[in-house]
């Protein structure tokens, strides 16, 4: 069975970082396309960052280009989003998503498995 579990979120000043990891169990990290989105309350869920299989293909969503990074640790299957220079915008529950085996790179929430529970980020101006 796959599970997702995110953590790293919290509050933090605009301008600040936070560092988020998904913890991956059930499956290899390394073989799947690895993805964070993030959701504010009526709204639809947003693409932030994705990592493909093999970690060679990275793709950002425009308003975190140059700010986030995302990255994976094969050896604690894990995936990580480091998140600098925040901003209150940013504001949003971070969820972890997991998509097919040995696929590249998508935006598309349809695209998506297995999802964590979410961890809220709160960016205060």
């Known amino acids: 069975q796959v599970q997702l579990v995110e953590s790293g979120g919290g509050l933090v000043q605009a301008g600040g970082s936070l560092r988020l990891s998904c913890a991956a169990s059930?499956?290899?990290?390394?073989?799947?396309?690895m993805a964070w989105f993030r959701q504010v309350p009526g709204k639809e869920r947003e693409f932030v960052a994705v990592?493909?299989?093999?970690?060679?293909?990275?793709v950002y969503a425009d308003s975190v280009k140059g700010r986030f990074t995302i990255s994976r640790d094969n050896a604690k299957n894990t995936v990580y989003l480091q998140m600098n220079e925040l901003k209150p915008e940013d504001t949003a529950v971070y969820y972890c998503?997991?998509?097919?085996?040995?696929?590249?790179?998508?935006?598309?929430?349809?695209?998506?498995?297995?999802w964590g529970q979410g961890t809220q980020v709160t960016v205060s101006s």
């Open positions: 059930g499956r290899t990290v390394s073989n799947y396309a």
């Open positions: 998503a997991q998509g097919p085996r040995y696929f590249t790179v998508s935006r598309l929430v349809s695209t998506y498995d297995y």
């Open positions: 990592i493909g299989w093999g970690g060679v293909s990275t």
